[in-house]
């Protein structure tokens, strides 16, 4: 694995890619996690890991676009809860009972495409059968019908 993407915060909230010697944006750093990047932003003052906070900030923007990230009764519920609860949730399960939906969804997935494949593969099968398949086969075992004779033309007598 790559060593992690440092990312400065400065005062102003501005963030900067010591990698690629660029600020750059949230967005830009959700697109580098995205890509399975590491991050980690070093507020450039004190020296402190503030990544987390960081990355807390692209998930609620990218909620606040999509107008919703959690149920509000969920949210309420969190808050009441304390924050000792609160990280207590997040530390101890919330972070495998993502990795394990993720799981599941990609063994999901495979396994659709699997059943597409399958699909295709007995559609073309069965065009290729139903173009050799005789209609009604049983009439094989019966003699064709003879056309029947012409009959001789009988000349006109004058």
Known sequence: MSEPVIIKKYANRR?????????????????????GREVQVRDETTGED???????????????????LLPVSLLSLL????????????????????KNYLA??????????TWLEL?????TLTSEAMAN??????????????APAAEPEKEEQS
């Open 104 to 113: 599941y969804k990609q063994a999901m997935d495979a396994q659709f495409r």
């Open 79 to 98: 808050i009441r809860s304390g924050t000792t609860v609160l990280s207590e949730f997040f530390d101890k399960y919330l972070e495998q009972v993502l």
């Open 133 to 146: 398949l005789t209609p009604l086969p049983w009439l094989d075992l019966f003699p064709k019908p003879s």
């Open 15 to 35: 963030l900067y890619d010591t990698e690629h010697r660029v600020f750059v944006s949230l967005g830009q750093i959700a697109q580098m996690i995205k890509k």
């Open 119 to 123: 699909g295709q593969d007995l559609s």
């Open 50 to 68: 503030v990544t987390a906070y960081v990355l807390t900030q692209i998930v609620l923007e990218e909620a606040r676009k999509k107008s919703l």
